[in-house]
């Protein structure tokens, strides 16, 4: 299709990762030629090979490529764009650039810079949400002097407070006191964080809303004046104050009170003369009361949701803004059908505190896609992931007519989902959808911290799919050790199943070329392969007592693992007779031994070590910090240990593999 009626004819897209590719696509939907940017290690990611035309402009850091104002400017001329698409993160919310692209005569496909400059910064866009009649959290919209200023405005207010950098986003920069004693430290410790990661350490309090949801409003704007609403998202799923899984609609706001968010997000995007795609975000009540967070002036990572439900190309809508079009909708003509979930796929581990991981992608497979399934990712197998950028991979949006269809869909299309060469956050989010509080929308943003370790360990099995992983266990091993004519051979036999170094027994009742008739606790299954059973795909899908279930399968040195529905699983599985080889492989899973050298699990900058030598550590006991992905991530001990010698300091860079800390554990 040639969307005759845009001016814009060619664009560069100066972003990475996957919503480069979501620009892209748009910009073929509509004829559009694309230009993109890459940095050294983007160099065999998706959107360097998915452009029109692709420009290197510098090595990895943000700071030597994407977030140069004048390569990026050059690139365009070069290239002849017209237009720039910015995404999220890197120059997407920078008025100084926006504001280069303008005094150049090239279109900047998101807001005016100066509605980016009145919403850019917290205290200032509080000021004006305030004037523009829009419901605040209660608190203190100026800066705060000193520790003093802070304890004095904190008991005003009335403890528990949240303390943020005004110049904050990411997540970063953001503490919570529920203790007098704790304010002056912390408002110190906030301060560095924000001079140090935002060049900008003015601190503002606020009321910090106790079990809150947050819900945030999208909002499409004209040059003409003209604003509408696009429904709500619910982003209440959340780790270090970042989304993890977001939905739309949400499942807690009444009519009502949607047409109180969206009225008072009107006033806002009106007072500020926006022009654009931007999203209002609000923490709401357990009472659903609604106070206004922040704006961001740019497309959100989770927009996808929007667009299954209201059918709505957020990227064209921003283009034909952009070219100067009036909106071709009015509010009445937005209807929302249906229900979105978007999972955020991350390289990082939920059991180390959200770790993020690094190294080759061997296995990228992606789920089936179709009208309800939609993936979008900017890595192919074999990109390296790098601690550069932050750690999502992919974004996995699944829709259906009702909350529990998709959210069915979400679990169904995750254990298709096979990633090897990182840890992904893939088990957690499985968790997280087959909870019964998330289930029944029970949710807040303290939801992943609350829960803990029974979402986060992913060798915990849930108690009702034990028997679907014992089921899997045998049938793949049977499978795997006769190929196509399993028969003979386990009729009629008992097995001892080993799932997560635990015993478990199982029975052959009956078999046929297809069909495995198992008895587990004295209850039948009976299971057969749902497709082609191909142990080499990376995934199976087995059909046991009619419901299909999804599963990733790797095989690894003496390692075999199945993985779906929140748990990582080692498995083996033998006719009973060979106990001992059971005990042989068990002998060889056993738990991780105690190392004498600690290896940064990461690349990154040490930026603190919270021990010494001759220090005892037990389990849990915080090691180190390293810098990495925009993260501050703390290093743990994960056994009770002396520790001998630190080989490296504060301000160290160090990469993953480094002997950061050697262990004296004769001790214990
Ligand atoms: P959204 O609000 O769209 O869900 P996030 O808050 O997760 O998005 O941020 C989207 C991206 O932008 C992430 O890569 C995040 O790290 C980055 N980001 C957002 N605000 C800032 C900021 N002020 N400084 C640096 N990075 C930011
Ligand atoms: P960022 O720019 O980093 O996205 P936000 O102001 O949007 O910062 O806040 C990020 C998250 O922090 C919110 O989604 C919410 O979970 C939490 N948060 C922020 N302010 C409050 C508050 N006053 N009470 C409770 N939680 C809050
Ligand atoms: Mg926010």
Request: charged share 25%; aromatic share 8%.
């Amino acid at each position: 299709m040639v969307a005759e009626n845009i001016k814009i004819k060619k664009v560069l897209i100066a972003n990475r990762g996957e919503i480069a590719c979501r620009a892209i696509k748009t910009c073929k939907k509509l004829g559009i030629k694309t230009v993109s940017v890459y940095s050294e290690v983007d160099y065999n990611f998706l959107p360097a090979l998915q452009a029109d035309e692709a420009f290197l402009i510098g090595p990895a850091p943000s700071n030597q490529s994407y977030l140069v104002i004048d390569k990026i400017i050059a690139a365009v001329k070069q290239s002849g764009a017209d237009a720039v698409y910015p995404g999220y993160g890197f120059l997407s919310e920078n008025t100084t650039f926006a504001k280069a692209l303008e005094d150049n005569g090239i279109v900047f496909i998101g807001p005016n810079s100066k509605a980016i400059e009145a919403m850019g910064d917290k205290i200032e866009s509080k000021r004006t949400a305030i004037a523009a009649g829009v419901s605040v959290v209660p608190g203190f919209d100026g800066v705060i002097k000193d520790e003093n200023h802070a304890a004095e405005v904190s008991r005003g207010i009335g403890f528990p407070v949240i303390l943020k950098a005004s110049a904050g986003g990411g997540g970063k920069g953001i503490r919570i006191v529920y203790d007098e004693k704790e304010i002056g430290i912390s408002f110190t410790s906030v301060q560095n964080e924000a001079r140090k990661s935002f060049g900008d350490d003015r601190i503002f309090i606020e009321k910090f809303i106790e079990k809150p949801r947050h819900i945030e409003i999208q909002v499409l704007a004209d040059k003409h004046g003209n604003v509408i609403c696009l429904g709500e998202r619910e982003c209440s799923i959340q780790r270090n104050n970042q989304k993890v899984i977001e939905e739309a609609p949400s499942s807690f706001i009444t009519p009502e009170v949607r047409a109180k968010m969206y009225e008072q997000s009107v006033m806002l995007a009106k007072k500020v003369g926006y022009d654009s795609a931007g999203t209002i975000e609000y923490i709401v009540d357990q009472n659903r009361n609604f106070y206004f967070l922040e704006m961001n002036t740019r497309l959100q990572v989770e927009h996808p949701v929007t667009e299954y439900i209201t059918g709505f190309d957020m990227i064209e809508q921003m283009l034909r803004v952009a070219d100067g079009q009036k909106l071709q909708h009015k509010q009445e003509d937005v209807k929302l059908s249906g229900w979105a979930f978007e999972a955020r796929v991350c390289s990082e581990d939920a059991s180390k505190n959200f770790l993020p991981s690094t190294g080759w992608l061997s296995t990228y497979k992606e789920p089936i896609k179709n009208e309800n399934v939609r993936v979008d990712t900017g890595v192919k197998e074999g990109c390296f992931i790098t601690q550069f950028y932050d750690p999502m991979i992919a974004k996995l949006i699944t829709y259906g007519k009702t909350r529990d269809e998709a959210r069915q869909r979400l679990i169904d299309s995750l254990g298709q989902f096979a990633i090897e060469g990182v840890v992904t956050n893939i088990p957690i989010v499985e968790k997280i959808l087959l909870d019964s509080d998330f289930a029944s929308g029970n949710i807040s943003t303290n939801f992943i911290k609350q829960k803990g370790e029974a979402l986060n360990n992913p060798k915990i099995i849930l108690e009702e799919y034990l028997p679907i992983f014992i089921s899997a266990a045998v049938f793949v091993s049977a499978e795997r050790s006769l190929q196509s004519s399993f028969h003979s051979c386990i009729i009629p036999s008992k097995h001892c199943v080993m799932l997560n170094g635990q015993k478990y027994e199982a029975t052959t009742e009956s078999l046929d070329d297809e069909t495995l008739v198992l008895t587990i606790g004295g209850k039948a299954y009976k299971i057969s392969a749902a497709s082609e059973l191909s142990l080499a795909s990376k995934t199976i899908s087995l059909n046991i007592n009619d419901k299909i279930y999804n599963f990733r399968l790797k095989c690894k040195g003496s390692k075999q693992t199945i993985a779906a529905f929140g748990s990582v699983v080692d498995f083996i599985s033998f006719d009973a007779k060979f106990e001992k080889f059971i005990d042989y492989f068990a002998n060889n899973l056993g738990s991780a031994s105690k190392i004498s050298e600690l290896e940064a699990p990461i690349s990154g900058l040490v930026t603190a070590i919270h021990v010494k030598d001759g220090d005892m550590v037990n389990p849990g006991d915080r090691l180190l910090t390293i810098e990495a992905m925009k993260m501050e991530n703390l290093i743990t001990a994960e056994f009770a240990t002396k520790i001998k010698k630190i080989n490296c300091k504060a301000g160290d860079a160090v990469s993953v593999g480094d002997f950061v800390i050697d262990f004296d554990n004769s001790a214990n």
